[in-house]
């Protein structure tokens, strides 16, 4: 059976404590009711065989790798969003990473934006990705947007294993990716 998912990877977005937990510095409150489905995923990917990323925000304590409209986030004299080594960017309680998967640091929306990411699937052989995470409009649909610009032949989002802010997002954005 795992030679029928070797061409796959599941990609498990920002399920970071600073975006799902309640005092989360960057709470995306349809995060926390995934959790149960993403680690199902997780299980189910690992099983199957299916090549598991964890793609995560990590930080500078100064925010000097972040986005223009964040920065003010890292001048207050307080630790950040998703600072490296913080306890916000340490993933979920149930979410852990097991020998045989793979972690990926991004700055940006996009898992692929100025990270290794494509250059590390093709050496995988993987041509077909199944994404879960949060934060719909934003890094789940960038990701997914650059997959498809890639030619990668299968990009799945797995609907209740990713979540925005609202709900009335993540259904109306869902329909677009």
């Known amino acids: 059976m795992a030679d029928k998912w070797k061409h796959t990877a599941l990609l498990v977005i920002d399920m970071q404590k600073d975006f799902?937990?309640?005092?989360?510095?960057?709470?995306?409150?349809?995060?926390?009711?995934?959790v149960p489905n993403v680690i199902k995923a997780v299980e189910v990917a690992r099983q199957r065989g299916i090549l598991v990323i964890w793609v995560v925000r990590e930080h500078d304590p100064l925010g000097r790798d972040v986005?223009?409209?964040?920065q003010h986030l890292y001048n207050t004299g307080k630790v950040g969003p998703t600072v490296k080594g913080s306890v916000g960017a340490e993933l979920v309680d149930g979410l852990?990473?097991?020998?045989?998967?793979?972690?990926?640091?991004?700055?940006?929306?996009?898992?692929?934006?100025?990270?290794?990411?494509?250059?590390?699937?093709?050496?995988a052989g993987i041509n077909n990705l199944i994404i879960t995470g949060v934060q719909t409009p934003n890094c789940i649909r960038q990701t997914v947007f650059d997959a498809v610009a890639l030619d990668y032949q299968s990009v799945t989002v797995i609907f209740d294993a990713t979540a925005a802010a609202t709900p009335d997002i993540h259904a109306d954005i869902s329909n677009t990716v």
Request: hydrophobic share 45%; charged share 25%.
């Open 20 to 34: 799902i937990h309640e005092d989360g510095q960057m709470l995306v409150n349809g995060g926390r009711a995934i």
């Open 67 to 70: 986005e223009l409209f964040r």
């Open 96 to 123: 852990v990473i097991k020998e045989g998967d793979y972690k990926l640091v991004k700055t940006r929306f996009s898992a692929f934006f100025a990270t290794h990411l494509h250059s590390l699937l093709q050496g």
